[in-house]
């Protein structure tokens, strides 16, 4: 599953963004995909994730801002961002929970290892 994110840029504070991830396989119905973030200097933490059948889940240090849902009519696997902060300025990833001949279909953590299938990246830059 090839993977390219889009839909970053740079925002003040309090502002919105929507981030999208086109894949090479649409609809997902067979496998979950999830965001992750990755700030300067830091590791990449994950922020959502849909399963297969739709049902979202959200890290705990990401709840209420952010949400994660398929765009039909794009193709696409969508992540918006509300009330921005600075601390959100970070390069933003999709990623599919599959690995060679294995996919899962449900959300289970943020595990890196379980994520086959990686985009290059979006950048966000939230400024005060």
């Known amino acids: 599953v090839q993977l390219v994110e889009s839909g970053g840029g740079s925002v003040q504070a309090g502002g919105s963004l929507r981030l999208s991830c086109a894949a090479s396989?649409?609809?997902?119905?067979?496998?979950?995909m999830a965001w992750f973030r990755q700030a300067p200097g830091k590791g990449r933490d994950g922020v959502a994730c849909?399963?297969?059948?739709?049902?979202?889940t959200y890290a705990d240090s990401m709840r209420g801002r952010f949400t994660i849902f398929r765009d039909n009519a794009k193709n696409t696997l969508d992540l918006e961002i509300h009330s921005l902060k600075p601390g959100d300025t970070a390069t933003y990833y999709c990623?599919?929970?599959?690995?060679?001949?294995?996919?899962?279909?449900?959300?289970?953590?943020?595990?890196?290892?379980?994520?086959?299938?990686w985009g290059q990246g979006t950048q966000v830059t939230v400024s005060s």
């Open positions: 849909i399963a297969a059948d739709g049902t979202t």
């Open positions: 990623a599919a929970r599959v690995s060679p001949g294995t996919r899962w279909t449900y959300c289970g953590g943020y595990d890196e290892s379980d994520f086959g299938s």
């Open positions: 396989e649409y609809p997902h119905r067979d496998y979950s």
